[in-house]
């Protein structure tokens, strides 16, 4: 009799690319990075859909799943989510889950309980319940929130360096970084230029190197913004403690927080100050094999 070894596949839809691996045992079957263009997760059809032909097109024909387990960017509620893993059950004959994107970071790193935090772009922190109840805190988009990630730091960059201004202050290394990276003429026309954004997150947080750059040149402005990025990112994490989450490993990941010393220096002081006994804990393998994990779970 043939030996039957499950393939299981672990599937990151990230905000910019998506990362899918699939495993036989401890075999690797398919290693696929693509965009993420095209994922809309707020239409659970269509994004199963996206995710049916992600896996079609990434695994050997007639190779068919065990198991599939999807971390999803922009998958914010856990209604949401499961009304993507329901149209999901209609391309697959196997067990699946669905969860948020940053939920993959605690099972990536062979943990079973503890925070995951992100500070790319944005900035989100995930944990879970005791009874498994999943509690998202953060990731309100450039506009209203994601303190500590890209966007949120450029965004109080201009509000720092407008307070300047409004003081009658001198442009500083910040004031001349974000003027000549916004493209504008002076101080004041910053406003217009952030407001003008059709993408605020992105095209905002691209600019996020300014406020490093300006910091490393002896800007106090720009230095006081990363440690209030560092101090937000690490609220995110006294938030989810104070309503019962476990906290004693956080899983940090996110292109900034993880490129950035003086960001991760400063969230990890506030952590220390404000959640004792929290060991913080940078992510060390692709988030996609805690997908993978969370798949070999539904075994």
Known sequence: MQDFTPLVIGIDVGGTKTHLRAYAGDGLVADHIRTSSGWRPHDPVAAAGWLAALVAGALPKGVRAAALSVGGHACETARQC????????????????????????VPATGLDKGVGLVAGTGSVAVGRLADGTSVQVGGWGAVLGDEGGSAGLVREAARAVWAAHDLG???????????????????PALGAALEGAKSPSADWGRHAPVVFAAAAAGSPLARAVIDEGGRSLAALVGQLAARGVPVDDVVIAGSTILAQPGLYDAFAAALADSVPGAQPRPLEVPPVEGAVALARSLL
């Open 82 to 105: 499961a009304q993507i893993r329901t149209a999901l059950q209609l391309h697959f004959d196997a067990p699946a889950s669905v969860v948020g994107d940053a939920e993959l970071l």
């Open 169 to 187: 202050e001198e442009p500083d290394a910040l004031a001349v970084g974000l003027i000549d990276a916004f493209q504008v003429p002076e101080v």
